[in-house]
């Protein structure tokens, strides 16, 4: 049973991701007067582009082939590792920790800008010089608030953590800036506004989708579905482990993980809501302010550090 309980975390990823994109860009339409793509728009995306075939420039390697499987596989692993349906930890939620989880993500965006740069064009590679920079400042952040978390929790497994975060007062200045700090990295990992117009179809003014500009077919299936996965899984550190783990299976019971299936996924709901809010009320920053916005972020979370030991 706790396999299948893994398992079916797993499944809950990879099929409620395309519909968390589908809520936040229909939600996004409604709240500028119109009346969007249907919720299951990212859906028939990844199936058109699954059957299609993909080309690849002359100038790409092997390598390139690679690089979407283990992009995809990314955001699968570290949701092994994390509460997303138990309160528990599960077999395999010990293969590594909190910082771990993060060189796993880092690792598969890393691939990315290494098969984007693979292609030799001249667009993708606006993207890398772009995602190296803003990467400057966003890899100090998740660093500061995953050791902040640490701090608060005394353990870096992401099931001890939120106990302890569940233990802790949910006003208390180290919790609120922990929380804000790590929603603005939701934002720029996401590729949301203010940091980036998920929107935008020109070139020159995309940051994230310029990595895959010369992706098709299966890859882009695969990079695009990847990234669904790595914003639910920020999405659910942020509301099950540095939030609270209120609502989730305590046994492995059919009514119980029904009801965290339900709960969690309205909980991803509220952060797309969020995000969406934040989107309607910002517009695209500049790319040299964007590192105004980062180090805002990192000193919130160093803020909140400091209110660890307060």
């Known amino acids: 049973m706790p396999i299948v309980a893994q398992m079916l975390q797993v499944l809950f990823v990879l099929a409620f991701s395309p519909l968390l994109k589908g809520f936040m860009d229909r939600l996004k339409a409604r709240g500028m007067r119109r009346v969007g793509p249907p919720l299951l728009q990212p859906y028939r995306h990844l199936g058109k582009w699954l059957h ?124 609120v800036l922990l929380l804000t700090a790590w929603f603005l990295l939701i934002l720029t990992e996401g590729g949301r506004l203010p940091v980036d117009n998920p929107d935008s179809a020109h070139e020159f003014s995309l940051i994230d989708p310029n990595r895959t500009f010369e992706s098709s077919g299966v890859d882009l299936a695969l990079y695009e579905w990847g990234g669904f996965m790595k914003l639910t899984v920020l999405s659910l550190i942020l509301v099950n482990v540095l939030a609270s783990p209120y609502g989730l299976a305590a046994s492995l019971t059919v009514p119980t993980l029904a009801g965290a299936i339900a709960v969690s996924a309205l909980k991803l709901l509220l952060v797309g809501t969020l995000v969406v809010l934040v989107e309607l009320s910002f517009a695209k920053l500049r790319l040299m302010r964007i590192s105004e916005y980062l180090t805002f972020a990192v000193a919130l979370a160093a803020l909140a550090a400091v209110a660890v030991g307060l």
Not at 108 to 116: E, H, P
């Open 52 to 175: 299609k075939e993909t080309v690849r420039t002359v100038h790409t390697t092997g390598f390139s082939g690679v690089v979407p499987v283990l992009y995809f596989c990314a955001p699968i692993i570290v949701t092994l590792l994390i509460p997303v349906l138990t309160t528990f930890p599960l077999p395999l939620a010990f293969m590594a920790d909190m910082l771990g989880g993060g060189m796993i993500l880092a690792g598969g965006g890393l691939l990315l800008l290494w098969a984007a740069l693979d292609s030799g064009s001249p667009y993708t590679a606006i993207g890398v010089s772009r995602m190296r920079l803003i990467g400057t400042l966003g890899e100090p952040l998740v660093l500061m608030a995953l050791f902040t978390a640490a701090a608060i929790g005394h353990s870096t497994i992401p099931y001890v953590v939120n106990q302890a975060m569940a233990a802790h007062s949910f006003f208390a200045p180290a919790h």
